[in-house]
């Protein structure tokens, strides 16, 4: 009987951890998926303002000349298409989302300098201070989909891909400054796109659709 009450209480403290945990994993993926959503909108309307200040005749030249198919980042290796991203596991679209995350800390400065002196964005720091605070959450939710095992990540080792396009930023190039902007906003809409979808499959929901 005795055994029986001992046996009967570790199943009911392991039950109560381990929905303890499942709640804290739960807030930490609304929290990041509220961070990025944010990123996201304020990147959109950092590249609106940019637009609404140039000429009619800039707007044109860079309608004719901005690859918008290419940013530096599609070096990152991602899904390319909504069927692949639902396919991927959680613990793919959360590496990939701080691969994405970690390659704007260095050219959010220039997001919060050079081209941000001439919008409203509020505090010029806030786009790297929340990315850094976005990229330990992250962080955070891949240890926990790791458990403890190692992580084997092979893309971990791999440069970054921004630092030599944005060496010539200081000399307010237009066109690379538009693309800057509009790099930014892609590569946002990618991570809250990841991380709705690794927040969906974590629910076990059989209709994660995009």
Request: with cysteine; charged share 25%.
């Amino acid at each position: 009987m005795a055994k029986a009450l001992v046996l009967l209480s570790v199943v009911l403290i392991s039950v109560f951890v381990n929905n303890g945990t499942a709640s804290e994993n739960q807030r930490l993926f609304n929290n990041a998926v509220i961070r990025v959503q944010h990123l996201h909108q304020l990147a959109a309307k950092m590249i609106n303002d940019f637009e609404d200040s140039l000429l009619p005749e800039e707007r044109r030249q860079l309608s004719k000349i901005f690859p918008l198919s290419f940013c530096n980042s599609d070096s990152i290796e991602a899904p390319t298409g909504k069927d692949e991203t639902q396919k991927s596991s959680v613990l793919k679209l959360l590496r990939i989302s701080f691969r994405l995350i970690e390659s704007w800390e260095y050219p959010s400065q220039t997001l919060s300098g050079t081209i941000s002196n001439s919008l409203t964005i509020g505090n010029p720091n806030q786009i790297t201070e929340k990315l850094a605070d976005l990229k330990v959450g992250i962080s955070v939710l891949i240890k926990g989909c790791l458990d403890g095992q190692p992580n084997m990540d092979d893309n971990d080792s791999l440069p970054l891909p921004f630092e030599d396009f944005y060496l010539t930023l200081g000399e307010n190039n237009l066109r690379e400054s538009f693309r800057l902007l509009a790099c930014f906003k892609k590569d946002m809409h990618k991570v809250e796109t990841y991380l709705r979808v690794a927040n969906c499959r974590r629910s076990l929901d059989s209709n994660c659709t995009l």
